[in-house]
């Protein structure tokens, strides 16, 4: 009688375990990185979801093991993220290769699948297609994630572990087009220096209006810049009018500097401003197929060698690179063609920081390269390195289309001169270029500046540099602008603005640092047999010790006694 309560109380208790987990999720990380663990931006964005969301991952299908290890981290996450959602989050998996429609959908995107070898027996394999896509659905929006973007090896292999740790961050992407709430923060692109406006650049526009509001800012009358309210304290944010600026965008200065100018930008970074650069210093102008180099003069050098950086004035050339559209001919019309060209480098060396965790490469045009400086207070990083084929060429140079394609130079001359840095981030307490000097002023600022002056931070500033003015421009082909951005170079631009203005949730997940621990091939391929002896022998063997335990105790519990 006790045994049969204790077995319908088992019983009891498992069925009701059983529709616990049905009604609840949960689940204990005991990972020493938390790697299954939501950050805290996600929960942030979840929280503030504005209505139903539906996620649709086509990602099903008779996939390989890694593929279906892939998918199921993908699944555990998504209902992690449907645990903890208080407004409805549902996602399905679909198979795109029994919905002609998708596939449909898929071509007019572009895009690409990817051919999967998939094994069926000992001496044959099959083909087959991923489209390792997301659709993230809420109200009318419709947000398309590439689930392994970034994470594209150069032999054309996914990584689909270090893809498994974009997902949280891809998906959390997505989430912040539907829940930017409140008022956006304020960008400010600098004006009156020949800067590029974002007409030109309609991809990047389009981008930074679905989180900011954007503003031109001229520095010319001396108008001294406020930070954002979200980089002071209490006791000054409650005496600033007006929001302020997230970050200041410079993109393409041809004209100098005044020093009043440089006084309001460089005191705007002292009370914690944030500033991206896109520059480069020479002007080159090939409409005609060959020009002359002519240098900037930006009257700015002084404000980058007392943060840290000190340009080389070169060009860049690089094996690595991408293509120029050009005229080969004329038949009723110019015969266009792309060539190879050493002064666009396509840049794929990044260091593991939240900007660059999800770029793939990014390509450069007419670029120059960097060196920084030890400044106490500051922290350099280094964004973007060139390949190992790569060098600098330095002074006034004529470039001439077809002299140069003719007759390039040879890959000798790179060896040794790579690895050009190419983008900096600069972050900490910055001190200012005018002490010991009276705060400056000229014909179209003549009154002294109004706000206080600053010797060096009070709080901390960030600071990039993208060594190409061209950087976000649209890319080129037959000799006008195409509706792209080269490579993943709106990406970067994203990133580094992203990370300057301090957008929490994003950059909490971005900046996630998950070890991933691989097995050494080497050494599994030494060690095969042993490897799958153990994996298989041992629970057998462990499961016949235990039984022939189990058999022994009894023998001994259950024995009769000798009379």
Same mark, same amino acid.
């Given at each position: 009688?006790?045994?049969?309560?204790?077995?319908?109380?088992?019983?009891?208790?498992?069925?009701?375990?059983?529709?616990?987990?049905?009604?609840?999720?949960?689940?204990?990380?005991?990972?020493?990185?938390?790697?299954?663990?939501?950050?805290?931006?996600?929960?942030?964005?979840?929280?503030?979801?504005?209505?139903?969301?539906?996620?649709?991952v086509y990602l099903?299908?008779?996939?390989?093991?890694?593929?279906?290890?892939?998918?199921?981290?993908?699944?555990?996450?998504?209902?992690?993220?449907?645990?903890?959602?208080p407004k409805p989050l549902n996602f399905t998996f679909v198979n795109p290769a029994k919905h002609p429609d998708v596939i449909k959908l898929f071509k007019q995107r572009g895009v690409q699948p990817i051919p999967i070898n998939v094994r069926v027996s000992q001496t044959e394999t099959r083909r087959q297609y991923m489209y390792p896509i997301a659709v993230v659905q809420c109200g009318q929006q419709d947000i398309w994630v590439d689930l392994v973007k970034g994470n594209l090896r150069s032999t054309g292999e996914i990584d689909l572990l270090e893809a498994e740790q974009e997902v949280e961050y891809k998906i959390a992407a997505a989430l912040r087009q539907i829940t930017v709430y409140g008022e956006k923060p304020i960008l400010g692109l600098l004006t009156r220096h020949g800067e590029y406006s974002l007409e030109q650049m309609p991809q990047l526009k389009a981008e930074l209006e679905r989180y900011y509001r954007l503003l031109p800012v001229s520095l010319r009358e001396g108008q001294a810049i406020a930070p954002a309210k979200a980089y002071l304290p209490d006791s000054l944010r409650r005496r600033l009018v007006g929001e302020g600026f997230a970050a200041i965008i410079v993109i393409g200065p041809d004209s100098a500097f005044t020093e009043r100018e440089k006084y309001e930008l460089e005191q705007y970074l002292l009370r914690g401003g944030r500033i991206l650069w896109l520059l480069d210093y020479h002007r080159i102008n090939l409409t005609e197929g060959s020009a002359l180099t002519q240098l900037r003069e930006l009257n700015i050098d002084d404000l980058f060698f007392r943060w840290g950086w000190r340009p080389a004035y070169d060009l860049v050339q690089d094996l690595s690179c991408g293509h120029i559209e050009v005229i080969r001919g004329y038949y009723h019309g110019p015969l266009w063609g792309a060539e190879k060209w050493l002064y666009y480098p396509v840049v794929y060396i990044f260091p593991s920081h939240p900007i660059t965790r999800t770029v793939d490469a990014v390509m450069y045009r007419y670029a120059s390269s960097l060196d920084t400086i030890f400044r106490a207070g500051l922290r350099h990083t280094i964004l973007a390195v060139t390949s190992p084929f790569s060098r600098s060429v330095k002074g006034t140079q004529l470039i001439d289309i077809n002299l140069t394609l003719k007759n390039p130079p040879a890959p000798? $001359? *790179?060896?040794?001169?790579?690895?050009?840095?190419?983008? #900096?981030?600069?972050? @900490?307490?910055?001190?200012?270029?005018?002490?010991?000097?009276e705060p400056p002023t000229d014909n179209y600022a003549p009154k002294p500046p109004t706000a206080r002056y600053l010797p060096r931070s009070g709080l901390v500033g960030k600071a990039i540099w993208i060594?190409?003015?061209?950087?976000?421009?649209?890319?080129?082909?037959?000799?006008?602008?195409?509706?792209?951005?080269?490579?993943?170079?709106?990406?970067?631009?994203?990133?580094?603005?992203?990370?300057?203005?301090?957008?929490?949730?994003?950059?909490?997940?971005?900046?996630?640092s998950i070890q991933l621990r691989r097995l050494d091939p $080497? *050494?599994?391929?030494?060690?095969?047999?042993?490897?799958? #002896?153990?994996?298989? @022998?041992?629970?057998?063997?462990?499961?016949?010790?235990?039984?022939?335990?189990?058999?022994?105790?009894?023998?001994?519990?259950?024995?009769?006694?000798?009379v």
């Open positions: 009688m006790r045994a049969s309560v204790q077995v319908i109380l088992i019983l009891g208790l498992s069925v009701l375990a059983y529709l616990g987990g049905q009604l609840y999720f949960f689940r204990i990380d005991l990972t020493e990185d938390k790697r299954y663990t939501l950050s805290e931006g996600t929960r942030s964005l979840l929280q503030h979801l504005p209505q139903a969301t539906y996620i649709t099903e299908g008779d996939f390989p093991y890694p593929i279906q290890r892939y998918k199921r981290a993908i699944e555990t996450l998504l209902a992690e993220m449907r645990a903890i959602s000798e $001359a *790179f060896k040794g001169k790579g690895f050009r840095p190419v983008a #900096v981030l600069t972050e @900490g307490y910055f001190e200012s270029v005018f002490q010991d000097r060594t190409d003015g061209e950087f976000a421009l649209p890319a080129e082909v037959q000799g006008r602008f195409a509706d792209y951005v080269p490579l993943d170079n709106l990406t970067f631009i994203l990133n580094c603005i992203d990370y300057l203005t301090g957008e929490i949730a994003l950059t909490q997940v971005r900046s996630r $080497a *050494f599994v391929r030494a060690h095969a047999l042993s490897i799958q #002896v153990f994996n298989l @022998g041992l629970p057998i063997f462990l499961m016949i010790g235990v039984g022939v335990g189990f058999y022994f105790w009894r023998k001994h519990r259950y024995a009769k006694p000798l």
